[in-house]
């Protein structure tokens, strides 16, 4: 069972129960920890061993030469991606995340600049995902997002076997440990 809400009833429930906790890829490291820290209270109650690694935290991801190439294969597609989902009231919930003034546009760019993207060479992505796992706390799964027609099948599967050759092995030691403070 898994629960991808951020109410404090419902995090109280999956926490208790040990749940999944699932958050988005558009979730911000802070917005997640606080989650996080509701969720370990909750666990804590009952009894829940190692909470944490029932998180599951979702993340833009995409491996390739460098950070401009990764731009070059990304920028126009998600570009066109935001457009049907803005349809879907994903500037509403963009706005809210990010709290943006009105009129602001969503672009990939924005996205990247808010560091939404974990984009790049191995070595880059490796870096940017321990920053975002140190600083939402410690999780114990996480999502790859790799898009709805990003570049092309080659370029996709190229990024996810960088992932998984390179990029994976550096973060396998990641173990989240951390407790509340009482």
Do not use: C
């Amino acid at each position: 069972m898994g629960t991808a809400s951020d109410t404090d009833a419902t995090l109280d429930i999956t926490g208790e129960r040990g749940y999944m906790l699932l958050s988005a890829q558009l979730d911000s490291a802070s917005g997640i920890r606080r989650k996080a820290d509701k969720y370990l209270k909750a666990a804590a109650r009952t009894g829940v061993k190692n909470p944490l690694k029932n998180l599951y935290a979702g993340r833009y991801i995409w491996v390739t030469d460098s950070v401009e190439q990764a731009k070059k294969d990304l920028r126009d597609a998600v570009n066109h991606e935001i457009q049907f989902q803005k349809a879907r009231g994903l500037a509403s919930i963009v706005k809210r995340l990010m709290s943006l003034p009105d009129g602001q546009e969503i672009t990939f760019d924005l996205f990247y600049d808010a560091g939404m993207f974990y984009i790049g060479d191995p070595d880059t992505v490796a870096e940017k995902l321990k920053g975002f796992w140190d600083e939402v706390g410690g999780f114990g799964t996480l999502m790859y997002v790799a898009g709805k027609g990003w570049a092309d099948r080659e370029r996709r599967h190229r990024s996810m076997k960088l992932f998984m050759e390179q990029v994976a092995p550096q973060l396998r030691g990641l173990e989240p440990t951390r407790q509340l403070a009482s």
